[in-house]
Each structure stands twice: as C-alpha cells, then as structure tokens.
C-alpha cells in the first residue's frame, strides 16, 4: 500500500487504525452528555501526544518520561472509568447489541410485535399529553435496568396502553414514580430515577425532566417524559434531551429502539 506521508502504512495497519477509531468512537458515543466526556478527551489528547513523541518522532527522553505516564495511566483510567468501563464491557456483551452489530434483520412476525409494543405507547402518550398528565417512561435497552427497579413496584404484565394511561393517573399511588418496559412487558412502575443535577443544565427543566436525563446519563435506556404543565413530549437518550417533540418524532425514536 502506497506511503502516508513519511509512514510506511500497510493493509494491516490501515485495519488497525480504523478498528482502533471504531472503538473510540463507540466509547464516546457511550460517554457523551455524561461528565466523564471531557476526561475522555483529555485522554485521547494525551494518547495521541504521546503517539507523536514515542512512536513516530522517536523523541528518547520525552518518550521514555511519557512511556512511565501511560504504564501508570492505564491503572488510574481503570479506577477513574470503572463506571463506564462496565457499562461499555456490558453494551458490548449484550445480546441484541450483537444482533444489530451483524445485521440480523427480525423476520415479519417480529416486526408485526415490535408494532404491537410501540402502539399502546404512542396511544397514551398522546393521550396524558392531550389531558397534561404528566409521566415518566423508560424503555429499556442493552443495559440492565434491574438496579433500578427496586426502588419501585416491581410486577409483570403486557404493555396496554389504559394500563399506562391508569398508573400515571394524578391520584394514583405510582403518579410521580417512572415506569420500566423491558421487551414486550411493563416491569416496574413508580421508580425512582437518578435526578441530574449538572451546572450547565437549563434551569427552567421540572424535576421530571432531570430525573429523565439522570438515567439517560448513566444507561442507554430510553426515557419519555410528559409535562404536567404544558403536556409537552421530550425524550432522553444517550446523555440528551430532546423537548417538545411530536408524535411522529416520538414514534420514529421507539421504531429504533429495541422494543
């Protein structure tokens, strides 16, 4: 293979390269909107700092100093990520993950489900939005939601959307908890999510709204919130918020996800 600049660059250095960039950019995916982003990046400033030094200027002493500093730093990354070093290790060894990773599509009866499941969702979304009920829903994706479930009524039945509609009613006992759906089953309702309390967020989001993102920074779950006030729909994922979407916008979320 032709030379990168001054660098003999072969087919297998190339495959590394781009495996190595896959990784990373999977990483960040995971880490993004969560506080740990910014040190990642240090990190990979410092990776490539010491790329520069060590392996393609040659630079000795720099490289010798920088050589301790990453001995040293994969230890420290450890303990610093441990968090995220779990949830990535989990994502990664999920099974549905790998399902999407090798592009096994779902056969007709599949999809025909996965339609059954969103319905009941969209319905009564639309439906509290309408009368300003206000609710939590999240949906479950790679990463198990079990540790979170516990703090709330933990039972089993299919996802109905007068079931969803009759949970999040004002004078229910589980109003102001979330509700859990893994798979095709409703699991938990009044759980209590994880409030995010960053100080760039905006400071008109409700309670509501950053108990959403508090999950959504620290799981790939899914979470849809109604406002009580306004019956607005925004949905939290992977770290973001998205307010005031539509019905159809809400749809084209749950019709990716792994329902």
């Known amino acids: 293979m032709a030379d990168l600049w001054w660098l003999p660059l072969s087919i297998k250095d190339a495959i590394d390269i781009f495996i190595l960039a896959l990784f990373l950019r999977y990483a960040y ?12 990046m240090g990190f990979i400033a410092f990776f490539v700092l010491w790329a520069i030094v060590s392996q393609i200027l040659e630079m000795r002493l ?6 301790k500093f990453v001995n040293i730093g994969l230890l420290i990354l450890v303990i610093i990520f441990q968090e995220e070093i ?3 290790l989990i994502s990664i060894g999920s099974a549905s993950h790998w399902q999407r990773f090798t592009g096994v599509l779902r056969d007709r009866n599949g999809q025909d489900k996965k339609i059954d499941n969103i319905a009941p969702i969209i319905l009564a ?3 509290m939005a ?3 009920v206000g609710a939590l829903i999240v949906i479950q994706q790679n990463l198990d939601l079990s540790p979170w479930m516990h703090a709330g009524e933990r039972f089993t ?5 007068r079931i969803i509609e009759n949970i999040f009613f ?3 006992p589980l109003h102001d908890g979330a509700m859990v759906i893994v798979g095709d089953k409703i699991k938990a309702a009044g759980v209590i999510l994880p409030v995010a309390n960053n100080a760039d967020l905006n400071k008109d989001l409700g309670l509501r709204h950053r108990a959403a993102l508090g999950l959504a920074l620290k799981t790939d779950g899914i979470v849809i919130i109604i406002s009580e006030e306004r019956g607005h729909i925004s949905v939290a994922h992977q770290g973001e918020i998205q307010m005031n979407i539509s019905i159809d916008q809400l749809q084209s979320v749950l019709e990716r996800s792994s329902l």
């Open 62 to 67: 720099m490289g010798a100093l920088l050589d």
């Open 29 to 40: 995916n995971l880490l993004k909107g969560s506080g740990s982003k910014a040190l990642f």
């Open 86 to 88: 779990k949830k990535i």
């Open 125 to 127: 979304c639309k439906n």
């Open 170 to 172: 004002k004078n229910s």
């Open 157 to 161: 039945c299919d996802i109905n959307s």
């Open 130 to 132: 309408k009368k300003k």
